[in-house]
């Protein structure tokens, strides 16, 4: 198994622009997450997903979108990109609520 | 205030030393309790489940006290590789169909030669 996939690793936006940070699981899980970590804090969750067709808000959902057409993918769209969406954005899955929860590398995004 | 609340260090060490690491939490029906490591610009990644009666893992041991709302972390014998950040984390009551965790901000270890 590859476990969490994230695409791509690093990318610079200039403001205004728009992106989907990809991320996927080949491990069945059901459940889904995106976190934001900024320096020198924890992780803050964007969205999450509990299985295929399912998404609700985090903490922080304004200025994302997500979609989940498949169990496997669970892709992030930032529009109208701002300065401060300037994050390490990690996304992760698990496959019930009392099971381990695993992590993708993350993708750097800087927004200049 | 912070539903999880760690200080955030840095706690520097020198090799072989004892260094414990605490966590207070605001919801007193929270269910689950973490630690997460995460070394630096990687994801964080299962350090240890945290229960009631307190477990250790070799050189590590967690606690629990529901009373204080009051996590912890004991790490023994510390070695070089044990640098990094260190975050304790919380499943949100309400939460047992969602799974959503919460963070805190993570307490840095830096073990010294």
Known sequence: NAGVTQTPKFRILKIGQSMTLQCAQDMNHNYMYWYRQDPGMGLKLIYYSVGAGITDKGEVPNGYNVSRSTTEDFPLRLELAAPSQTSVYFCASRKGVSDTQYFGPGTRLTVL | ?113
């Open chain 2, 1 to 113: 205030r912070k539903e999880v609340e760690q200080d955030p260090g840095p706690f520097n060490v020198p090799e072989g030393a004892t260094v414990a690491f605490n966590c207070t939490y605001s919801n007193s029906a929270s269910q689950s309790f973490f630690w997460y490591r995460q070394d630096c610009r990687k994801e964080p990644k299962l350090l240890m489940s945290v229960y009631s009666s307190g477990n250790e893992d070799g050189r590590f041991t967690a606690q629990l006290n529901r009373a204080s709302q009051y996590i912890s972390l004991l790490i023994r014998d510390s070695k070089l590789s044990d640098s990094a950040t260190y975050l304790c984390v919380v499943l949100r009551e309400g939460s047992s169909n969602t799974g959503k965790l919460i963070f805190g901000q993570g307490t840095t270890l830096q073990v010294k030669p």
